[in-house]
């Protein structure tokens, strides 16, 4: 079975300056992983996906992850936020064998933008 | 080209009910998820179906079943609903063999 752990529920930033939000899983298999993006009020958007290939994966909104298999880690980071980017972003992962591509998803974190 | 779609947007429910929620997903896409998202957490998956069959069950009591129908549209049904049962649900679509899930609004769910 897999999980996803995001350590942080909320991370506030300054506008302009980067940001990282952490996500970690453990799984005893090949596993596909995503983020995605809930505005509020709204459904989840995907930002990015990390499937096979380059480590380092590009999203929308200038967002990129890096994949590190020896750290089991897919960490988000934006090099410089913009009060738009407030929302609650997930982790999630799905099982290479899973035909079904379930999502197993994390508890989310809160990136708060502060002028 | 309209998004996955969720009817209604809000619903208010006493214990014990019964609920039904719709789904419409892209055109083009066989296949259905629904999602369970308590405030504060991450989804949980339910269920997942694939030209009208059940592809995926996720860790839901036999209170929650669900069907999809030949123009791939789904409905999510919740018997005897209790409180703990107040959530956002969330539906997505996808085509079959494609890693990506194009998410709806979702509907919110209130259990008094």
């Known amino acids: 079975a897999q999980s996803v752990t995001q350590l942080d529920s909320q991370v506030p930033v300054f506008e302009e300056a980067p940001v990282e939000l952490r996500c970690n899983y453990s799984?005893?298999?090949?596993?596909?992983l995503f983020w995605y993006v809930q505005y509020p009020n709204q459904g989840l958007q995907l930002l990015l996906k990390?499937?096979?290939?380059s480590t380092l994966v590009k999203g929308i909104n200038g967002f990129e992850a890096e994949f590190n298999k020896s750290q089991t880690s897919f960490h988000l980071r934006k090099p410089s936020v913009h009060i738009s980017d407030t929302a609650e972003y997930f982790c999630?992962?799905?099982?290479?064998?899973?035909?079904?591509?379930?999502?197993?998803w994390g508890a989310g974190t809160k990136l708060i933008i502060k002028p | 080209d309209a998004g996955v779609t969720q009817s209604p947007t809000h619903l208010i429910k006493t214990r014990g009910q019964h609920v039904t929620l719709r789904c419409s997903p892209i055109s083009g896409h066989k296949s259905v998820s629904w999602y369970q998202q308590v405030l504060g957490q991450g989804p949980q998956f339910i269920f997942q179906y694939y030209e009208k069959e059940e592809r995926g069950r996720g860790n839901f009591p036999d209170r929650f079943s669900a069907r999809q129908f030949p123009n791939y549209s789904s409905e999510l049904n919740v018997n005897a609903l209790l409180l703990g049962d107040s959530a956002l649900y969330l539906c997505a679509s996808s085509s079959m063999g494609a890693f990506e899930q194009y998410f709806g609004p979702g509907t919110r769910l209130t259990v008094t």
């Open positions: 999630a992962v799905s099982a290479v064998m899973d035909s079904n591509y379930q999502l197993i």
């Open positions: 990390y499937l096979s290939g």
């Open positions: 799984s005893s298999v090949s596993v596909y």
